[in-house]
């Protein structure tokens, strides 16, 4: 009885160490988004986009930490489309970008699994490295609006065509994971290095092309690096 007692204790007592660990960090970099499945454009070219995050990671224990993040990026594809003049005499390929959003919002809930490595000559963790699962909601935030250009100043008004196409607003649901790393300079600031690919489903009120690209479903995958700041305990 006297052994359960002191069990019991040791573990409620690492609870509340680890209820005293949490950290908070904000990210920025870059993100990448794949053909957007199920929409009528989708764009063959790829665009390398902003990408920025702010999250809360709470330790549950030494190996499980759980948190939420709330990101920014936007979702561009490019493409060239062949253009025509009234003679059917082509114009050559011009080059026309495809803006899915040009605010793509998501909060998601994160469970980690966490490898903390600890500094040699002292108990607190030098570094760590997590990965994991996130689930959540996007929102987009887009116009519609279509943009015109001319192939060359001297071209004639008539032959003027679509430079870049922004889909409708909307929101939808998401799934991903993360990978990353976090190198502590001292017991309380890092340095973080994250890998997270969502798979987001979209609806929006677009009533172009016959709804062609109101719903789609798309991968996207923010690489970003940022600061770390860990309060309570770091010795877990």
Same mark, same amino acid.
């Given at each position: 009885?006297?052994?359960?007692?002191?069990?019991?204790?040791?573990?409620?007592?690492?609870g509340?160490?680890?209820?005293?660990?949490?950290?908070?960090?904000?990210?920025?970099?870059?993100?990448?988004?794949?053909?957007?499945h199920?929409?009528?454009?989708?764009?063959?070219?790829?665009? $390398?986009? !902003? /990408?920025?995050?702010? &999250? %809360?990671?709470?330790?549950?224990?030494?190996?499980?930490?759980?948190? +939420?993040?709330?990101?920014?990026?936007?979702?561009?594809?490019?493409?060239?489309?062949?253009?025509?003049?009234?003679?059917?005499?082509?114009?050559?390929d011009?080059?026309?970008?495809?803006?899915?959003?040009?605010?793509?919002?998501?909060?998601?809930?994160?469970?980690?699994?966490?490898?903390?490595?600890?500094?040699?000559?002292?108990?607190?963790?030098?570094?760590?490295?997590?990965?994991?699962v996130?689930?959540?909601?996007?929102v987009?935030?887009?116009?519609?609006?279509v943009?015109?250009?001319?192939?060359?100043?001297?071209?004639?008004?008539? $032959?003027? !065509? /679509?430079?870049?196409? &922004? %889909?409708?607003?909307?929101?939808?649901?998401?799934?991903?994971?993360? +990978?990353?790393?976090?190198?502590?300079?001292?017991?309380?600031?890092?340095?973080?290095?994250?890998?997270?690919?969502?798979?987001?489903?979209v609806?929006?009120?677009?009533?172009?092309?016959?709804?062609?690209?109101?719903?789609?479903?798309?991968?996207?995958?923010?690489?970003?690096?940022?600061?770390?700041?860990?309060?309570?305990?770091?010795?877990?």
């Open positions: 009885m006297k052994s359960f007692l002191l069990a019991a204790s040791a573990v409620l007592l690492s509340t160490v680890y209820a005293q660990s949490y950290e908070v960090g904000i990210n920025a970099g870059v993100s990448t988004t794949t053909k957007p199920k929409s009528l454009y989708q764009g063959n070219n790829n665009v $390398y986009n !902003y /990408a920025a995050e702010v &999250n %809360f990671k709470y330790n549950l224990t030494e190996r499980w930490q759980m948190g +939420v993040a709330v990101g920014l990026t936007k979702w561009q594809r490019k493409d060239e489309w062949a253009l025509s003049n009234a003679n059917n005499m082509s114009l050559g011009q080059e026309v970008r495809l803006v899915l959003a040009k605010n793509a919002v998501s909060f998601a809930l994160q469970l980690n699994h966490v490898i903390p490595f600890y500094e040699q000559y002292e108990d607190f963790v030098r570094s760590a490295l997590y990965f994991g996130s689930a959540g909601a996007v987009v935030g887009n116009d519609g609006k943009n015109y250009s001319r192939v060359n100043p001297n071209t004639p008004a008539e $032959y003027t !065509y /679509a430079s870049q196409y &922004n %889909f409708e607003g909307g929101y939808g649901a998401l799934l991903g994971f993360q +990978v990353g790393y976090t190198y502590y300079l001292s017991e309380r600031i890092g340095l973080n290095f994250d890998i997270a690919p969502k798979v987001a489903w609806g929006t009120n677009d009533t172009r092309q016959a709804r062609g690209n109101s719903d789609y479903n798309l991968w996207y995958i923010p690489t970003t690096v940022g600061l770390h700041i860990r309060f309570g305990s770091s010795r877990y």
